[in-house]
């Protein structure tokens, strides 16, 4: 199985103080992504970034923009993130009260949308809409904080998800988020992704370079 392996970098894990930095470090490093993590203190414990975050990293690097939003209600700040950059926004089902009309305001906003499963959605959120989306994005941990530990049971959930997304023919990435490091990346994998989150391992390493090349290692000796 040739499939694409994209990693999204999490800044969630990065030094804010010099964010701009960091980010130009994990992308000369060889991220494909840059993953956004927005939370409100609502629909997640914990507060992080707005808009202004967003439209600052846009002027910093060419990298897509991965926005993540952990946040209730969704549309509004969907519309601002796409003017502040975002190239894909992802949102839950669960924080939005119209998860189709949020979908197409999305697109209609020029990005490419993704819905997001927190470990104990049910793929049933997918079955009238995966045909409109571009990114399903599983989560393996429970979102609200970085380096917490791996679910293994999501990988059932991203195998399951990549079976629907071949059925149905269309170009749809399949990302996984939480708890992605070296030594389970291949698993995952194996299991159906195409574009891993990676933060506290990333950024937690000494040497971004260094790390990637790991990742990457672990991605072509789990094919092998
Ligand atoms: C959790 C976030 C993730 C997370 C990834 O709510 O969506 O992006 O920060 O970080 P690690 O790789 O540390 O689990
Ligand atoms: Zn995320």
Redesign the pocket.
Known sequence: MNRPARIAA?I??ADFARLGDEVTQVVAAGADLV?L?V?DNHY?PNLTIGPMVCEAIARVTQAPLDV?L?VKPVDDLALAFARAGASLISFHPEASQHVDRTIRLIRDAGCRPGLVLNPATPLACLDHVLPLLDLVLV?S?N??????AFIPYTLDKVAAVRARIDKLGREIWLEV????KPSNIAAVAAAGADTF?????LFGAPDYPQRVAELRGALAAGKA
């Open positions: 999490s969630l894990s993953h993590d939370m997640v993540h952990m989560m941990v979102p609200g904080f970085g380096g917490q988020d939480g708890g992605v989150v990676v933060g506290s391992a």
